[in-house]
């Protein structure tokens, strides 16, 4: 439920008829019909189940930061990258950066979801405190849902210890 608008799903018709009678006792109701778009994300049913998504979001924002005819990369970064706190700059606006990557989320409802978790960590990368840098990303079935990448906030004396404080904080993140 959101607001004034609410949605009834199930895979029980009868129930879900008993639950719109029930809910028009106390409320006025409208029936607006099979369920298209439910604030940003649009939905789409088929017999594998139902499918949120946000395509008409993505391009709106694509088109609003002049990105339409960007190439799409699965890392946005190369490998193996060693930054230093000297180069690059600030963004001086994060607005457009954390609208873009707000379109990394993914939702997916029906059928069996599987959630998939990653950590990583580098030894002592960040040349200017030799501090290791965590990383870990849960998915959901493709979609990522909780990630992070993180100066650990001491110096691992190991690979075998900056990897062990890696799994740590994925860990606490996934509870």
């Not at 609410?6 to 006025?28: K, P, W």
């Not at 946000?54 to 193996?80: F, H, R, S, V, W």
């Not at 994060?94 to 059928?111: A, E, F, H, S, W």
Request: charge should be negative.
């Amino acid at each position: 439920m959101y607001v004034d608008n609410l949605i009834i799903t199930g895979d029980d018709d009868g129930e879900i008829e008993r639950t719109r009678e029930n809910m028009s006792v106390r409320f006025q109701m409208k029936e607006l019909g099979e369920l298209k778009h439910f604030l940003r994300p649009e939905i789409d049913r088929s017999n594998k189940g139902i499918f949120l998504y946000q395509q008409k979001y993505a391009k709106d924002l694509l088109k609003k930061y002049g990105m339409l005819k960007c190439k799409p990369i699965a890392t946005p970064i190369e490998a193996n990258a060693r930054l230093c706190s000297e180069e690059g700059k600030d963004l001086e606006d994060t607005t457009m950066y954390r609208q873009i990557v707000d379109l990394g989320l993914l939702y997916k409802k029906g059928g069996a979801c599987k959630i998939v978790g990653y950590c990583d960590a580098d030894d002592g990368g960040d040349h200017d405190t030799r501090r290791s840098t965590t990383g870990y990303v849960f998915n959901l079935d493709s979609g990522a849902i909780s990630w992070c990448s993180k100066r650990q906030p001491t110096v691992s004396l190991s690979t075998t210890e900056a990897e062990y404080r890696a799994i740590a904080m994925a860990a606490q993140a996934s509870t």
